[in-house]
């Protein structure tokens, strides 16, 4: 059975959006949430975003802005970093930790059964959730609000650092 593959957020091409953006926040040279916010949206925008709402979620946002931030997208202009969970946590939020937990799932399960496109948002959700009070002593959001839709399109289309 074929499980989804969250190519689109807000019917937007998500890799796309985050390139983009990407390509924004690199231009400006300053790596600021704030400045990444500006330049996620006005990347939305672009890419024909029609809900200011959708454009200006701070879910997958955060969770993108992560991802870039600690060097865990491919020819992003980062370095790949290691930071403690609480930090990510701390400087970054919840759906940073959700991203960063989604992707290091992926990378495993692609070590154990190397067809990692095979699983699901809601799947990747379900263990991300069951990680979270485990390991950080702090309940989780109830769904799946982009963190993972992001961390899940940017593996699939093989966007990722797994090391340094």
Not at 39 to 61: I, M, N, V
């Amino acid at each position: 059975m074929q499980k989804e593959i969250p190519a689109v957020l807000f019917h937007i091409p998500l890799v796309r959006w985050v390139r983009r953006t990407i390509e924004r926040v690199n231009d400006v040279g300053n790596d600021g949430f704030e400045t990444w916010s500006k330049c996620w949206f006005e990347t939305y925008k672009e890419l024909d975003g029609q809900r200011a709402a959708s454009g200006s979620k701070h879910c997958p946002q955060r969770a993108a802005h992560c991802l870039w931030l600690l060097g865990r997208i491919s020819n992003s202009g980062k370095v790949f970093q290691h930071w403690t969970l609480e930090r990510v946590l701390e400087d970054l939020g919840p759906n940073a930790v959700y991203s960063l937990w989604a992707l290091d799932l992926l990378v495993r399960k692609r070590g154990e059964m190397n067809i990692p496109d095979n699983w699901s948002t809601a799947e990747i959700w379900a263990e991300v959730r069951k990680l979270y009070p485990a390991t950080l002593g702090k309940q989780p959001a109830v769904s799946e609000q982009g963190a993972v839709r992001v961390a899940l399109a940017l593996f699939i289309e093989d966007q990722i650092v797994t090391k340094p």
